[in-house]
């Protein structure tokens, strides 16, 4: 446990955002731009272009030269209007999306993708292969429908028993602390899939549910523990929930301006390949999610 704590987005230096031409895209370098100013980090504005689109002729702005150049110069114009001292890198790769921003998260601290919904040359369909790959953190952004009141909003993040609930804790702590956020940490735990049926038919071994459910909570603090430590001054609150993690973790992020999931688990926040709650929450969610490796 203690060597996961510290944080999850040191592997590299540079925060690299996926550039395509949509508001998303925009919206996605505008949230990647507050964040590598807030954490002293380079920004890479990447724009990818697969190599059978660039040798042929089309009506697309963001296939030809001119087009390409004119997309990156509206995404540096926006990041550079509200960051006007941030280091901006921006560079055209003649490689698939997938490829392009799985090879750049080798050397990034955080990969950032817009998650919108603009039917052309918008990066969220990619979103999953990415994450699946990259080796770094991938941020899918949207934007939140949470408004803030003058309270920061929160950061919240899924745990479970899995390994990966270390990472997403100590992924979330970082970029609760850089974004200067409350962390709303959250465990999901069905009653009804951990004791059986018996508990929705009203036949319940109630010592026994009690004894659980002390059992998640003290594994849960046990998690949050070494994070709380080397965070003092964060802002930590703990929930525990009777509800599917995936369903949950929606829910909760109607009010957040973040969720934090890890990309694999068990029995709760992730599965398979990406996990199956991570991609739902991603399909799903009200804000931006990130998915932790």
């Known amino acids: ?33 507050d964040f590598a100013a807030k954490s002293a980090a380079p920004l890479v504005l990447l724009h990818a272009v697969p190599r059978l689109d660039w040798h042929f002729t089309t009506d697309s702005p963001s296939i030809t030269a001119e087009g390409t150049d004119a997309v990156l110069a509206v995404a ?33 601290r955080l990969v950032v993708v817009g998650a919108g919904s603009d039917e052309h040359r918008v990066l969220g369909p990619h979103a999953i292969r990415i994450a699946h790959g990259a080796l770094c953190p991938v941020l899918a952004w949207r934007e939140p429908a949470a408004r803030r009141t003058g309270k920061p909003l929160p950061v919240v993040v899924g745990i479970d028993e899995s390994d990966g609930s270390a990472r997403a804790l100590a992924a979330a702590f970082e970029v609760a602390r850089t974004l200067h956020a409350p962390l709303t940490v959250v465990h999901m735990w069905e009653i009804t899939a951990a004791v059986g049926l018996g508990y929705s038919q009203g036949l319940m071994d109630w010592n026994l549910l009690d004894m659980l459910q002390t059992q998640q909570r003290q594994r849960m603090d046990e998690l949050v523990a070494p994070f709380a430590r080397t965070y003092p001054n964060a802002h930590v609150t703990e929930v525990f929930r009777d509800i599917s993690p995936a369903k949950g973790l929606v829910e909760l992020s109607g009010d957040a301006q973040l969720v934090v999931v890890g990309s694999h688990g068990s029995g709760g926040i992730t599965g398979a390949t990406l996990g199956s709650v991570s991609q739902s929450v991603l399909h799903r969610a009200e804000c931006p999610v990130l998915i932790v490796r």
């Open 76 to 108: 540096e114009e926006a990041v550079k209007s509200t960051h006007p001292q941030l280091g901006v890198q921006t560079t055209i790769v003649k490689k698939s999306v997938t490829v392009a921003l799985q090879e750049a998260s080798d050397d990034a």
């Open 1 to 33: 446990m203690d060597s996961e704590v510290g944080g999850a987005l040191h592997g590299g230096s540079e925060v690299v955002v996926g550039i395509d031409g949509s508001e998303a895209a925009l919206g996605a370098a505008r949230w990647a731009a």
